[in-house]
């Protein structure tokens, strides 16, 4: 039974850890319907910024929560400018031309940003130190879940929380909501769709970088690669939960996380990814539209 | 046309990148050590790169907005300078002379080295062209094309291991392979729309690499496979040298019956349904092409040529192991694509004949060559979407019409 606890736990801190960084995908996608390729780099250089602005801190000679909650902020504004300047260059000029074009220049901006880090920084993996205090409480079930899971979850779902709130019941939420169900209408009654374009880059970027410092705390080491695979299986998680649906990437991620989880934990550990690609295949032959998504049919 | 307006935009642009690359270009800490690197040298540089490239960039945006607006006023369309030449017949004779008499003579002239790094890039024409079909006249963006590059490379080494299958039987049973692997992998997922299809395929790819990586019995693992016995020339006995030179000439056969039949199949009736397809799916089911059909069609031939070029890559290396097949090599394929243009076999040679060649020859700049690949998938795509040497659509003009065909505004 503890067994079974510890893959449970286990899969709800894989499945908030995808669902932090499945948000920023389901929201770009729900305004341009864009593959962000580049979101998962974006989660990466929130690590590494992080790991730079915690590593300075505490050779400064601070040492307490306060590095962690520093290195977290500036995390997500640098990850926020770099979410805000992606579109600018590489989204926005193609807005209008083919889907096909657009893509290809995420995965160009993907493999050029995985690179810059690689050339700037470095290609080893650093270790990455946890600043997550140890909460006491914790200690008698800490063979089960630790301090840091526990501040994962609360984390996403603050995240959760405060994201539903943004889009139900702001000004710029509603703005968000408009543009996604149909631009050219959206900007005739007056919307600034540049902005809410921007808008959503930044606090999907910001999200991914929350994501980065905290997953990066809980394994304990970052490269210029783990962008990457997190930024696929995180956009499994959104597809699987129906892409443009917030509450839906949470479920997705969730789902995926636990199904991943119990694979490895019961089945076999070599094959982890694989599993998560055959899931996907799967979702997308069977139910296109993912758990919580409506189907499309296309106007013409 | 410098005003301080642009100048002050330009300035902040500049400081702008300063900001964004501090972390990651500026500091580097040293955590075992517990040491910070300051680098401001480059912070100085990214400021001036970025102020220079800021007007470079204004510039392309003007230029690219102009040229949409020539489009939209439907002034007469140039025709481009290559297609150009290539239609006039003083220069498009001497021209093709010449290009036979040096793709003859290479071999003979060059050393053998010169030769290999032709031989790869022979192998990214034929593949390319091969990805060409998919991408740039199906218009379906595969991400897991070097999955069947495996599957040719593989099939081809593990029968020879085996069963002492020679090169000559494994290159048509390499391209069934891969033939019939694209047909499986194809039929589940090109229901999907464009953008899933990419993950879906970038899966697969995975997938095929992963399985490679792990199932030692089958693929003997991360180790690989060795000694894959070079193609034979009628049981002779070649040199290094002769069977190099050799490997050359049969891959230019290769490439040749390549360009031939993408030639045929483009202006076939399966190629204008891809094409047609490409442009528009709705209209073009309404017309009565099945799509499926259509598309797996498409995917399956260019599986077909990814296992040729896979079967020769093993033959010509002869070592191979899975680090050869993963993501990025799908992705310096779809460069090739993209940056010659999509759709224009003449572009694919040129781009795969660039991509390949330079990097090659600018060993100084070897470990930017991924930085440089992503950098030319945007440009491309924001400047120049339809490649170095774009495809020249076929197009009727009604002269009769005149001014009503002019009043509509095509």
Request: glycine share 10%; with cysteine.
């Amino acid at each position: 039974m503890d067994y079974f606890l510890e893959l449970f736990l286990g899969g709800l801190t894989r499945g908030s850890i995808y669902a932090l960084i499945a948000l920023g995908y389901t929201m770009v996608y729900g305004i341009i319907e864009l593959i962000n390729f580049a979101h998962g780099e974006i989660y990466m250089i929130g690590a590494f910024t992080g790991l730079i602005v915690i590593s300075v801190l505490t050779l400064l000679g601070w040492n307490t929560v306060a590095v962690i909650v520093i290195a977290a902020l500036v995390a997500m504004i640098y990850s926020a400018a770099y979410g805000y300047t992606i579109e600018k260059i590489a989204y926005k000029p193609l807005r209008g031309s083919q889907r096909l074009s657009a893509l290809i220049s995420a995965i160009g901006m993907s493999l050029f940003l995985q690179n810059y880090v690689l050339l700037a920084q470095t290609s080893n993996f650093l270790p990455y130190p946890n600043l997550i205090p140890e909460f006491t409480f914790v200690k008698p079930i800490e063979h089960i879940v630790r301090s840091t899971e526990i501040v994962i979850y609360i984390a996403t779902a603050l995240v959760m929380v405060g994201l539903t709130v943004l889009i139900k019941f702001t000004r710029m939420g509603k703005a968000m909501r408009a543009v996604a169900q149909d631009r050219d209408m959206a900007m005739l009654v007056g919307v600034d769709v540049n902005r809410v374009i921007s808008f959503t880059f930044i606090i999907g970027s910001s999200i991914a970088a929350l994501g980065g410092v905290l997953v990066a705390s809980h394994i304990g080491q970052v490269n210029y690669y783990v962008g990457f695979i997190a930024g696929i299986k995180a956009f499994v998680a959104a597809v699987l939960g129906g892409i443009g649906s917030m509450p839906g990437a949470v479920l997705g991620s969730l789902v995926l996380g636990w199904t991943e989880s119990f694979f490895t934990g019961y089945i076999s550990s070599d094959y982890e990814d694989v599993f998560a690609f055959i899931f996907l295949v799967l979702i997308l032959i069977f139910r296109p539209a993912g758990i919580l998504g409506r189907s499309q049919t296309d106007k013409v | 046309m410098m005003t301080l307006q642009e100048i002050k935009k330009s300035l902040f642009t500049s400081l702008w990148f300063m900001f964004l690359t501090f972390p990651i270009m500026v500091i580097k800490v040293n955590t075992i050590e517990k040491t910070i690197e300051w680098r401001w040298e480059r912070m100085a540089a990214v400021g001036l790169g970025a102020f220079v490239l800021s007007f470079v960039w204004r510039y392309l945006i003007q230029r690219k907005e102009a040229g949409k607006k020539r489009a939209e006023v439907g002034s007469e369309d140039k025709v481009p300078l290559i297609p150009r030449l290539m239609s006039d017949r003083r220069f498009y004779m001497p021209g093709l002379m010449a290009t036979i008499v040096m793709v003859v003579a290479f071999p003979f002239v060059f050393s053998l080295y010169q030769t290999n790094v032709m031989i790869t890039a022979l192998i990214y024409v034929v593949v390319g062209l091969g990805l060409n079909i998919v991408v740039g006249l199906a218009g379906l963006l595969d991400l897991g094309y070097v999955a069947f590059y495996a599957v040719g490379a593989y099939s081809y080494a593990l029968l020879n291991v085996h069963y002492g299958v020679t090169f000559w039987m494994a290159l048509p049973i390499g391209a069934a392979l891969a033939f019939l692997f694209g047909i499986l992998l194809g039929f589940p997922v090109l229901r999907l729309r464009g953008d899933y299809l990419a993950i879906v395929t970038l899966g697969f790819g995975e997938i095929i690499r992963l399985v490679l990586e792990n199932w030692n019995e089958f693929s003997f693992g991360p180790s690989g496979i060795a000694n894959i016995p070079k193609p034979g020339l009628f049981g002779l006995d070649l040199s290094l040298q002769q069977s190099t030179t050799f490997i050359y000439f049969l891959m230019i056969g290769l490439a040749l019956m390549t360009i031939f039949v993408v030639r045929r199949l483009q202006d076939s009736r399966i190629g204008r349904a891809w094409i047609a397809l490409r442009e528009d799916e709705v209209a073009c089911q309404a017309m009565g092409i099945d799509k499926t059909r259509t598309k797996l069609s498409a995917f399956a031939l260019g599986a077909t040529w990814a296992g040729m070029g896979g079967v020769v890559f093993a033959a010509k290396t002869t070592f191979i192991n899975p680090t050869s097949f993963t993501i990025w090599e799908s992705i310096i394929i779809l460069c090739v694509v993209v940056l010659g243009g999509m759709g224009s076999i003449l572009g694919v040679i040129v781009g795969a004949l660039i991509l390949i060649l330079l990097p090659e020859y600018l060993r100084a700049f070897s470990e930017f060559r991924m930085l440089i690949f992503g950098v030319i998938l945007v440009m491309m795509m924001v400047f120049r979407p339809g490649g170095i040497i774009s495809d020249v659509r076929r197009t009727y003009k009604f002269e009769g019409l005149g001014n009503k065909a002019e009043n509509r505004g095509e």
